[in-house]
Every structure is written in C-alpha cells, then in structure tokens.
Nanobody, 128 residues
Framework: QVRLQESGGGSVPAGGALRLSCAAS????????IAWFRQVPGKEREGVAA????????YYADSVKGRFTISRDNAKNTVYLEMNILKPEDTAMYYC?????????????????????WGQGTQVTVSS
C-alpha cells in the first residue's frame, strides 16, 4: 500500500508562487511515476505534471509549461511542484498520484486512470 500526503496549498494573488509537496510512505517501491493533477468542481481532473522517480523524465501540460516545475527528492520520498506566475485559472484542488507500472515513460503525463494511488488533495486559490 502507498500513502500520499500533499501539502503547501494556499491563497496567493495572481503572479505569485507556491510550492506543493507530495510525501509518499508505505510501499514506495510502487511510486515509479508520480504526477500532479488538479480539479475544479464540475470539471474533470486535469493532469498538470509528472515525473519518473528513477530517472530524469518529466512531463507537463501545455497550460503550465514554463511556469511549473516538478522535481523529486528520493531520499525523502517526496515530489515537489514549484508553481510560479500563478493565474486565477490555476485555482483548483491539487492531487498527488502515483503509478507503480512506469507508464509515464510510455504515455507521458496520461490521465487519471494511469495512476492507482491518490492523496487527499491540497487547495490552491489564486486571486485576480
């Protein structure tokens, strides 16, 4: 079993920055690909970024390229999402997800069905 815990959300003005953290515990050998998704009420969950934890591959949604950076600290079993130049449309609940099957290497960021483990989410609110 893998447990994922997000932290770092909050409220910032447009143009601001936040860093989200996703701490993995339990059977972390099953966290080969870790991704961040976001969701607003009434909309589908949207992939934001993903990282292959055993290598250097990263994947981003077009909407966040150049503004968000995903990184990892394997010693701490933690993945980070550095978010800069935040926009009101970035407002959402942000979720951390993990895939044990390394599918990000073949399919990139992918959709929610590619990930079998999920955290509870952390809210990000960007005011205009």
């Amino acid at each position: 079993q893998v447990r994922l815990q997000e932290s770092g959300g909050g409220s910032v003005p447009a143009g601001g920055a936040l860093r989200l953290s996703c701490a993995a515990s339990g059977f972390t050998q099953n966290t080969n690909c870790i991704a961040w998704f976001r969701q607003v009420p009434g909309k589908e969950r949207e992939g934001v970024a993903a990282i292959y934890t055993a290598g250097v591959s990263t994947y981003y949604a077009d909407s966040v390229k150049g503004r968000f950076t995903i990184s990892r600290d394997n010693a701490k079993n933690t993945v980070y999402l550095e978010m800069n130049i935040l926009k009101p449309e970035d407002t959402a609940m942000y979720y951390c997800a993990a895939d044990s099957r390394r599918r990000c290497l073949d399919y990139g960021l992918g959709g929610p069905s590619q990930y079998g483990y999920w955290g509870q989410g952390t809210q990000v609110t960007v005011s205009s």
